[in-house]
């Protein structure tokens, strides 16, 4: 079976840095994206970062520009988000997702998530 699982996550002050990692393990087909989301307490998963384009460019959402970098290493299966500069309303549990599309069906694939405190 296809899995994703995250690490990285912890405790870091205002300012500080983490960076999470997503290990991918068995075989699935049509990956049309992948990236990292987050869910904040009482709030709805929102888009991070994500490679489109085969990889080939990464997007971002507004408000981690210039501070968050994602990255992928193919050869390990895995996908980084270095993330700099942590502000405290940024504390949420952060989850790796693989979109895949197959002639007309689309599925999401997500990890379980790691948690990510920023705090002083």
């Known amino acids: 079976q296809f899995q994703l699982v995250e690490s990285g996550g912890g405790l870091v002050q205002p300012g500080g840095s983490l960076r999470l990692s997503c290990a991918a393990s068995?075989?699935?087909?049509?990956?049309?994206?992948m990236g990292w989301f987050r869910q904040a307490p009482g709030k709805q998963r929102e888009l991070v970062a994500t490679f489109t384009n085969d990889g080939s460019t990464a997007a971002y959402v507004d408000s981690v520009l210039d501070r968050f970098t994602i990255s992928m290493d193919n050869a390990k299966d895995t996908v980084g988000l270095q993330m700099n500069n942590l502000k405290t309303d940024e504390t949420a549990v952060y989850y790796c997702?693989?979109?895949?599309?197959?002639?007309?069906?689309?599925?999401?694939?997500w990890g379980q998530g790691t948690q990510v405190t920023v705090s002083s």
């Open positions: 997702n693989v979109h895949t599309r197959r002639g007309p069906k689309e599925y999401d694939y």
């Open positions: 068995g075989i699935i087909f049509g990956v049309y994206a």
